[in-house]
């Protein structure tokens, strides 16, 4: 039998942010534009530095986790693991074979400052370190820790595409629920772990603010504003699970959103520069995919990061294929940018917000780069969102669009 990417639908979600850990936490920070922006204080964070970001304050753990697993893990798993157990748990996937269930990280490099902390600790003493190491600086673990929690014996894997990992971690997993690999795929977007090694290559890049707002760390995160001056950092993780609407329905389970059409494709260009030409031919073919004229989306999350030049190419291109029309926002002036998992969190709060009627506020929006584009500015605003269109953009020239439509 085959099918069609519009039977693919996502059922369960799970979410970790600085802004608020689960669904409920985190729909009412974005709504309200509430951060946790400031100078981050994580060790291996800084070294005679001040780097601006949002961290997770302090996390809740659900009871059916293993301590044993927990032990031995890293940050960026004991995130990992948290979030998919709220995704799971409303999906209900305890009621779903386990054989047929696949998992798909999306990312790599997660753990650079554990990784990063344990050099420094065990430079004059390597043969003191421990065994568990062997297999935690492995990206491969954390899919191994998620696979052992919660019994999948599906398949397991990670893909990474820089900042477009998580996107391209759902569209690997829809592809898998396609092809019938697996009746049920979850894509997880992992928590990347910056140390001050990265947070400084990337400030040194030109990637990463904030010379301008050392110090007033609410005002740095801006994407799409004249006076923005580069990414800000959030850890965030974010997890989804996607399935067709018959194996759903065995479970009694009510979808978010079927995904009507995607597109990933490459520059040919290692740098971090953005490419209008790609970014514009992603879009067009994740709507036709869909079957969607560009008239028909009613809103867009743009993977606005408050990069000087990515945030202009953005706008040329979604003016460029007529969406200039569309309700639009920047997730990240919230969340911070997290990297790896950033594709997923913004999917995550596109169907929150299709759930809610409402779109969430752009933070330090004052001044638009383009005055043209319907934003939403200063407050949450009543919105009716039927069709949505999601990108993502990652360092090496990766660009991932995906569509989502919601269910009635």
């Given amino acids: 039998m085959s099918y069609s990417p519009s039977d693919l639908q996502i059922t369960g979600a799970g979410i970790t942010s600085a802004s608020g850990q689960g669904k409920a936490a985190f729909t009412s920070a974005l709504m309200r534009g509430e951060h946790a922006f400031g100078i981050m204080k994580r060790p291996g964070r800084q070294k005679g530095t001040s780097f601006i970001g949002a961290e997770i304050a302090e996390l809740s753990y659900p009871d059916r986790l293993s301590k044993k697993l927990l032990r031995t893990a890293s940050y960026s798993a004991h995130v990992a693991l948290i979030t998919l157990e709220e995704a799971w748990r409303e999906a209900k996937l305890d009621e779903a074979d386990s054989a047929r269930i696949g998992l798909i990280a999306g990312g790599s490099n ?3 400052r554990e990784l990063l902390q344990t050099f420094e600790a065990y430079r004059d003493k390597p043969h003191f370190i421990s065994p568990a190491y062997a297999l935690s600086f492995m ?67 030109g990637a990463m603010g904030s010379d301008r707002y050392a110090n007033r760390p609410d005002l740095a995160c801006r994407p799409f504003d004249k006076n923005r001056d580069g990414f800000i950092y959030g850890e965030n993780c974010g997890a989804v699970v996607i399935e067709r609407a018959e194996t759903a329905r065995r479970r009694g389970v009510k979808p978010y959103a079927r995904i009507s059409g995607w597109a990933w494709g490459m520059d040919g260009n290692r740098n971090p520069n953005p490419s209008f030409e790609g970014e514009v031919r992603v879009i067009r073919k994740a709507l036709g995919q869909a079957g969607l004229a560009p008239e028909e989306i009613d ?16 706008l040329r291109a979604l003016a460029e294929c007529g969406l200039a029309h569309a309700r639009i926002n920047a997730t ?23 759930k809610e009627s409402r779109l969430h506020p752009t933070r330090n929006l004052q001044e638009p ?8 500015r200063g407050e949450a605003l009543p919105a009716d969102i039927t069709h949505a269109l999601s990108l993502s953009i990652g360092f090496g020239g990766i660009n991932t669009a995906i569509c989502l439509k919601k269910e009635m």
């Fill in 369 to 376: 780069i383009d005055e043209s584009f319907p934003w939403v």
């Fill in 139 to 205: 990206d491969s673990d954390i899919c191994a820790l998620c696979t052992e929690q919660f019994g999948i014996r599906g398949f397991a894997c990670t893909v990474g595409g820089a900042s477009a990992s998580g996107q391209l971690a759902v569209i690997q997993a829809c592809q898998a629920v396609l092809s019938g690999q697996v009746d049920i795929c979850i894509a997880l977007g992992v928590l990347t772990d910056l140390s001050h090694m990265e947070c400084q290559a990337f400030r040194s890049l």
């Fill in 299 to 314: 809103y867009i999350n743009p993977h606005g990061t408050g990069s000087r030049i990515g945030d202009e190419t953005k």
């Fill in 110 to 112: 997660f753990q650079q």
């Fill in 332 to 354: 990240k002036s919230v969340t911070g940018h997290g990297l790896s998992a950033a594709g997923i969190v913004e999917i995550i709060a596109t169907l929150l917000q299709m």
